[in-house]
C-alpha cells in the first residue's frame, strides 16, 4: 500500500508543528509566572542586565522581607483575607437564598423577574459608581477608619446576578420530589432550604466561594475609589501603589507580586474542578 | 383555596429572593436614576447639583481628550474582541487534540485568568520593559530588533492586546466545553466525504460553537468597553500615558469623577457608555439569529 506510506509523512510533519504550537502555548502562559518569581529572587545588579540573567545569584531572599519591612504589604494582605471572609459570608447567604425564591417555588411573574436580574449584568459599573460613592460620602463612611469597607462589602450581602444564576442552574437539576416528600411531613419552605438544598449544593457554594474569592483578590476599581487610608488598602491596591513608587527596584516589586499572587495559585492548585465548573455553568471569571 | 395556594407562593418566592429586591433598589436602581440625574447637572461633590440641561452632552463631544478616549477605546475593542474570539477558539481546538499532558497544558492556559489583573499588568509591564525586558530579550535572540512597548503610543495597544490575550483561559474553557458536545459521528460522516481537517474545522466546528462565540462576543464587548485595572497601570497610574494613547474611555471617566470631581460630567459619559453597550447588545443579538446556529443540545 503505496498510499498509506505517503500518508505518513505528513502525519508526523504535522505532529511536528503541532508541539512546536504547543511548546509556544505554554512559555507564553507559563514564562511570566516564573519570570516573576526568577525577577524576585535576583540582586539589584542582576534585574538590569542585558541579556537578562536565567538563574539569580544569589539568591537573595531578602527582597521579600525587604517588601515587608519598607510597605505594608503584610497588612493589606491580612485585610484582603478578612474582607474576602466577610464577603463570601454575605455572598453564600443572600445569593442560595435569592436563587432559592428563583428556583424552588413557583410563583406568578417569577420568570420576568428573573430576566431583570440578568439584565443587571449589562449594566457597566461606571453608571452606578457615581451615585453610590456620592451617597457614602454623604453618609460619611468613606474615609472614617474601618467604616471604609462598608461600600465593598455591602452589595455582596444583597446577592448579584452572576452568583445568582450559577446557584439557581444548580439548585433546578435538584429532583423536585425531595422537597414534596419534605412538604408532607410538613417542613417549611425555608427548613426545606436549609436542611435539604444547601447539603446538597456543597459543590456549588465551593464555586460561589471561589469565585468570590478571585473576584475579591482581583478588585481594584472600588478599592481605588472608595479605600482612602492607606491602612485599609487591598493587595491590588497595595501592589499598584507599589509599583508607581518603586519604579526601578523590579526585584522588590516582583516579590510584592509573587506575594500576591501565591495565595491565588495554591487555592486553583487545591481546588481546580470547582474553577472549572464555575466557568462552564457561568461563563464568568 | 387554589388562588390562595398560589398566592402564598408568590409570598414566599418574595421573601426569598427579597434581599436581591432590596439590593435592586439601593444599589442599580436608586444609583441609575440618580446617575442620569447628575449627568444635567454642575456637580463637583461639595456643592449641590445645578440643573443645566444638556451641557456636559454637548461639552462631552467638543471635548478632544473625551474623543481620545472613545477612539482608543473603539481601537482596542475592535482589536481584542477578534483576536480573543479568535485565540480561545485555537486553543480550544488545539488542546481538545490527543495530546500528552492535556490537562496539565489546559491548566497552565487557565491559571492567569484568574490572577489579580493589578498583579498582570505589574508582571507584562516588566516583561515589557523596553530595555531590560524579557520579551526584547527574545526577540534580539531571533535576530529582531527591540520593540518599544509602554513607551510608544503606535505600540501601547499590541503592548496591551499580548497582555490582555495572557488571561484566556476561561474562554478557552467555553469553547472546550462546546466543542467535546459535538458528536463525533459529524466528523466522520464528513471523513467519508474526504474532508479534510480544515474543511471540518470550518464547516463543522465553527458554526457549532457559534452559541459560545455569540456569548463571547457581547461579554467582551462590555468589558472591553470598561477595561480599566491594566491599562490603568501601564499607562502610569491611570494617566493614560503615552501621549493619551492609554486613555481609555473607562479611565477618562475615573479621571473626571473622582480626580477633578467633576461628577456630573462623569455621569454623562457614564450614560454614553450605557447606551453605547446597549445599543451594540441590541445589535448582535438582532443579528445573531442569522449567524448564531443551536445544531446540537
Known amino acids: ?285 | 383555596m387554589k388562588i390562595s395556594i398560589s398566592k402564598r407562593r408568590l409570598f414566599t418566592g418574595i421573601s426569598f429572593i427579597s434581599p436581591w429586591i432590596i439590593g435592586f433598589i439601593c444599589f442599580i436602581l436608586y444609583p441609575l436614576g440618580a446617575s442620569l440625574y447628575y449627568s444635567f447637572t454642575d456637580f463637583s461633590l461639595f456643592s449641590k447639583p445645578e440643573w443645566i440641561g444638556f451641557t456636559n452632552y454637548f461639552r462631552l463631544f467638543s471635548d478632544p481628550k473625551f474623543l481620545v478616549s472613545l477612539k482608543n477605546t473603539i481601537i482596542f475593542s475592535a482589536m481584542i474582541v477578534p483576536a480573543s474570539i479568535l485565540t480561545a477558539m485555537f486553543l480550544a481546538i488545539l488542546l481538545n487534540a490527543k495530546i500528552k499532558a492535556r490537562g496539565l497544558i489546559r491548566g497552565i492556559i487557565f491559571l492567569p485568568s484568574i490572577v489579580p489583573q493589578i498583579a498582570i499588568a505589574v508582571i507584562w509591564i516588566w516583561i515589557l520593559n523596553p530595555k531590560w525586558g524579557l520579551l526584547n530579550s527574545v526577540f534580539n535572540l531571533i535576530g529582531l530588533p527591540d520593540a518599544p512597548w509602554l513607551s510608544s503610543p503606535d505600540w501601547v495597544k499590541w503592548a496591551l492586546l499580548i497582555t490582555t490575550l495572557w488571561m484566556i483561559g476561561t474562554d478557552m474553557v467555553l469553547y472546550l466545553a462546546a466543542l467535546q458536545n459535538i458528536p463525533n459521528s459529524y466528523y466522520e460522516a464528513a471523513e467519508l466525504d474526504g474532508a479534510n481537517f480544515f474543511q471540518k474545522t470550518l464547516r463543522i466546528t465553527i458554526p457549532l460553537v457559534t452559541p459560545v462565540t455569540f456569548f463571547h462576543l457581547i461579554n467582551a464587548l462590555i468589558w472591553s468597553f470598561q477595561y480599566f485595572n491594566i491599562p490603568y497601570l501601564m499607562g502610569e497610574q491611570g494617566a493614560g500615558k503615552p501621549a493619551d494613547s492609554m486613555l481609555f474611555y473607562s479611565i477618562y471617566l475615573y479621571q473626571n469623577g473622582f480626580r477633578y470631581l467633576k461628577m456630573g460630567y462623569a455621569s454623562a459619559m457614564a450614560w454614553i457608555l450605557f447606551i453605547i453597550l446597549m445599543i451594540a447588545t441590541l445589535i448582535i443579538l438582532k443579528t445573531s439569529k442569522g449567524w448564531v446556529h443551536y445544531g446540537v443540545k
Do not use: H
Open chain 1, 1 to 285: 500500500m503505496a498510499s498509506s506510506k505517503r500518508l505518513r509523512n505528513p502525519i508526523t510533519t504535522s505532529r511536528i508543528l503541532l508541539y512546536i504550537t504547543i511548546i509556544f502555548v505554554i512559555s507564553y502562559f507559563f514564562i511570566p509566572f516564573l519570570w516573576m518569581v526568577i525577577t524576585s529572587l535576583k540582586s539589584n545588579a542582576q534585574v538590569f542586565t542585558s541579556p537578562p540573567v536565567l538563574i539569580p545569584k544569589p539568591i537573595k531572599f531578602e527582597n521579600y522581607i525587604e517588601v515587608f519591612k519598607k510597605t505594608m504589604f503584610g497588612r493589606y494582605l491580612l485585610n484582603t483575607i478578612i474582607l474576602s471572609i466577610i464577603i463570601i459570608i454575605g455572598t453564600l447567604f443572600s445569593n442560595s437564598l435569592i436563587a432559592y425564591g428563583f428556583s424552588r417555588i413557583e410563583w406568578v411573574g417569577r420568570e420576568a423577574v428573573f430576566f431583570i436580574l440578568l439584565l443587571t449584568l449589562l449594566l457597566p459599573t461606571q453608571v452606578t459608581l457615581i451615585p453610590l460613592f456620592v451617597t457614602y460620602k454623604k453618609l460619611g463612611i468613606i474615609g472614617a477608619g474601618l467604616k471604609g469597607y462598608l461600600p465593598l462589602i455591602l452589595p455582596y450581602y444583597f446577592g448579584n446576578a452572576y452568583n445568582t444564576f450559577l446557584l439557581r442552574q444548580f439548585f433546578i437539576n435538584i429532583p423536585t420530589e425531595l422537597s414534596e416528600a419534605a412538604k408532607i411531613d410538613g417542613c417549611s419552605e425555608f427548613k426545606i432550604f436549609y436542611k435539604i438544598i444547601i447539603p446538597l449544593s456543597k459543590p456549588a457554594l465551593i464555586t460561589v466561594s471561589l469565585l468570590t474569592l478571585i473576584n475579591v483578590w482581583n478588585s481594584f476599581l472600588e478599592p481605588l475609589v472608595y479605600l482612602q487610608d492607606e491602612k485599609l488598602y487591598t493587595v491590588s491596591l497595595g501592589l499598584a501603589q507599589l509599583q508607581g513608587k518603586f519604579v526601578t527596584q523590579w526585584n522588590q516589586v516582583m516579590a510584592a507580586s509573587t506575594v500576591t499572587v501565591i495565595p491565588i495559585l495554591l487555592v486553583f492548585l487545591f481546588a481546580q474542578k470547582y474553577f472549572v465548573e464555575g466557568v462552564s455553568i457561568t461563563g464568568i471569571k
